[in-house]
Structures are given as structure tokens and as C-alpha cells.
């Protein structure tokens, strides 16, 4: 299982190309093969993520709280990059999920790829990389095969909320699904403000309303 490491990260984390992988016999399964934790760590402060995949991890909670596979939340020129989720879920029961933060506000995401995951929110937003996005730039992302959904008010297949001058550069999503029970969707971001995007390409992406109707692409707020 997957512990927390430490409250608060301002450092560097350089995984060197390893993969964190929940195959470990020891290792607490659910009947999906996903082994059972919580995010590395609680919030972080300027800090540096790369050279890392995370593999077969699930980080779920009842509490009301931002949560992710890596951090909760990210602020002050946190920079992620090269960095890869594979057979990951994030599940969140208020606030904000994603795979590398639940919150992210000024931080920057290059060369990061979701596959084969889902991620779902009771409470707020839903993304395959940040659930809430604030002052971000996202650059080279692919998120191919995943599924995010939201109960209550946006999701996204990269972002579920994105504002303050957020930047999309080089996006790519693909085969992946949005059921949206709240209020936006979108291929990209479910609801975004003051954002930008540039080079972004969907493809056989679908996504269904409260009502079970199947929305276009053009119809998608965004």
C-alpha cells in the first residue's frame, strides 16, 4: 500500500525512468489488481517530478479533500514532466480529483501521458491530470483510454476546471469517455476561463450527459 511520504515537498524528485508498481504480493488488491494507497504527498511547494510511471494504483477516499496519485495539491512553480500513470483511479468524494493533483495553481506539466485509467468526483471538478487548474501550463499530454466523471460539476480529459491564463500546448486524447452528472464537459477541460489552446487534437472520444444522451463534440462547453 501506498504511503504518504511527508506533509509538505519543496525538493526534487527524480525517478530516473522506474516505474511504482503495485505488483507486489504483499501488496493490499482489489478485484481489479489495483493496489489500495493514498498521494505521495500532501501539498507541494515549488517542487520538481520526472523520470517517473506510476502502474496498477488505486487512491480513493470518503474525506473532503483534493486527491491524486502523486500530490493533493501543487502551487508555487511545481514543474512535472516526463511523467506516466498507467492503470491508475482516483476516486474523490468532495473537491477535486486527478492523477497528478487534485488542485494545481502556477505549475507546469510537459511530456505527461494517462492511459488506460479512470478517475471520478463526487464534489467539484474531474481530470485525467488535474482535477482544478489554476495559472498552468500543460504541454506534450496524452490521455488515451481513460474515463473521468463527475457527479457534481465538471470534467475534462485533461483538466476538469481551468482558469487564470492556463495554457494547452500539443494535447492529445484519445478513446477516452466523460459522463458528466453536473454542469460542463469537455475534451480538453470541462469548464475553462481566461485559458488558452493550441494543437489540440481529439479523437473517438465520447461523452454522455445525466440523461444518457450522447453530446457532439461541438456542443461541448469549453
Known amino acids: ?28 488488491h482489489d478485484d481489479r489488481g489495483l493496489a489500495h494507497g493514498k498521494y505521495l504527498f500532501t501539498y507541494s511547494e515549488g517542487a520538481t517530478f520526472k523520470n517517473l510511471t506510476f502502474k496498477d494504483f488505486r487512491a480513493d477516499t470518503d474525506e473532503h479533500s483534493n486527491w491524486s496519485i ?21 476516486y474523490a468524494k468532495k473537491d477535486n480529483a486527478g492523477a497528478i493533483a487534485g488542485w ?11 492511459i488506460n485509467s479512470d478517475f471520478t468526483v463526487d464534489g467539484n471538478q474531474v481530470g485525467a491530470v488535474v482535477g482544478d487548474a489554476s495559472g498552468c501550463t500543460f504541454t ?34 484519445k478513446n477516452s469517455f466523460i ?19 493550441t494543437n489540440c487534437i481529439i479523437d473517438d472520444m465520447s461523452c454522455v450527459c445525466a440523461d444518457g444522451s450522447l453530446v457532439s463534440p461541438t456542443e461541448w462547453h469549453a
Not at 2 to 10: A, G, K, Q
Not at 20 to 28: E, M, Q, R, S
Not at 70 to 87: H, M, R
Not at 104 to 114: D, L, R, W, Y
Request: glycine fraction near 12%; aromatic fraction near 8%.
Open 1 to 28: 500500500d501506498c504511503p504518504e511520504l511527508c506533509s509538505t515537498f519543496t525538493g526534487t524528485l527524480d525517478g530516473n525512468g522506474y516505474t511504482i508498481y503495485a505488483g507486489d504480493a504483499n501488496a493490499h
Open 70 to 90: 502523486l500530490t493533493s495539491q501543487a502551487k508555487n512553480g511545481c514543474v512535472f514532466e516526463n511523467i506516466t500513470f498507467d492503470n491508475v483511479s482516483v
Open 104 to 114: 494545481a495553481g502556477n505549475s507546469h506539466f510537459t511530456n505527461i501521458k494517462v
Open 140 to 173: 506534450n499530454i496524452e490521455v488515451n483510454s481513460c474515463e473521468s466523471t463527475a457527479d457534481d460539476d465538471s470534467a475534462g480529459g485533461v483538466v476538469g476546471k481551468a482558469s487564470n491564463n492556463c495554457t494547452f500546448t500539443d494535447i492529445q486524447i
Open 179 to 197: 459522463k458528466l452528472n453536473g454542469k460542463w464537459a469537455g475534451g480538453v477541460t470541462g469548464f475553462a476561463q481566461d485559458s488558452h489552446f
